[in-house]
């Protein structure tokens, strides 16, 4: 074992990862999975938490996919059931589920006031809500065993305003919020035995936003120029590079004494003023 693996310690861990499905859950799984840990995806999308596990199988890691509704107590808790029944245990749990709706944003035709409040709701709640419920399943799990923890999906959009963004920016700003209160929650009446952080993203091309940043050719958008203008580093983020930050998160012996944080990987779009 080489000096790197004693100190980060994953191998041998069970990372659950809500929203396993998507673009990003699949790449740091695919990371976590080379550093020996095992992966539960979790989507409400059963075919695609299924593929994303089959891949890391295909190159020699260890994965399951699993359907479930991060929405759903119930669903969750079966599906806990069925964690546990397979590996005894759960170490790791990354909140990926979430994204963004069309109907919660302000096109640009619209104003503040023609916001439609259904869909203001199904944002909220698919991101707020679908942190939240996994969390309690999950995090009394952690609680119990006396070992874990928990890594929520912030966004740049948490931080700043976004033009058009209304509901995801919200609903994003109070995981960051809930992040510090269940880290304090966890601490205080777990005896520090179970941390919660997360990381805030910046612009990542995924399913959700490629066609807003890029077109049918390639080339940038005029939004997805105004994103690379405002972010020091002339580029949009590769999904490999949240990696070594949720590795980091993810090891209780690297970041033993780390709880509460929401680490932006932004390449440094949260520090720049765009002047
Ligand atoms: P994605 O759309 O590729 O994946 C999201 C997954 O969540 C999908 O597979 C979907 O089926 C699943 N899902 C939706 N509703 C669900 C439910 N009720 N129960 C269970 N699963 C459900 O998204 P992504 O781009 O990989 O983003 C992952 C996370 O990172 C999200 O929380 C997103 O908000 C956040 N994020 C992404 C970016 C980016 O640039 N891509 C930036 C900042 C934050």
Known sequence: MSYLDQFFGLSGKVAVITGGGGVLAYEIGSGL??????????????????????RINEKGGDAIGLKTNVLDLDALKVTRDEVLAKYGKVDILLNAAGGNMPGATISPEQTVFDLNISDLDKVTSLNFNGTVLPSMVFGEVMAK???????????MAAMQSITRVLGYSTAKAAVSNFTAWMAMEMAMKFGGTVRVNAIAPGFFIGNQNRALLTNPDGSYT????????????????????????????????AASFVTGIVLPIDGGFSTFSGV
């Open 145 to 155: 065993q006396q070992s874990g923890n928990i890594i929520n999906f912030s966004s």
């Open 33 to 54: 999975s080379q550093a020996g840990v095992k992966i539960v995806f979790l989507d409400i999308n059963e075919e695609a938490a299924q593929a994303a596990a089959t």
């Open 222 to 253: 005029d939004r997805g120029n105004k994103v690379i203008n405002k972010t020091p580093m002339g580029r949009f983020g590769e999904a490999r590079e949240l990696v070594g930050a949720i590795m980091f998160l993810a090891s209780d012996s």
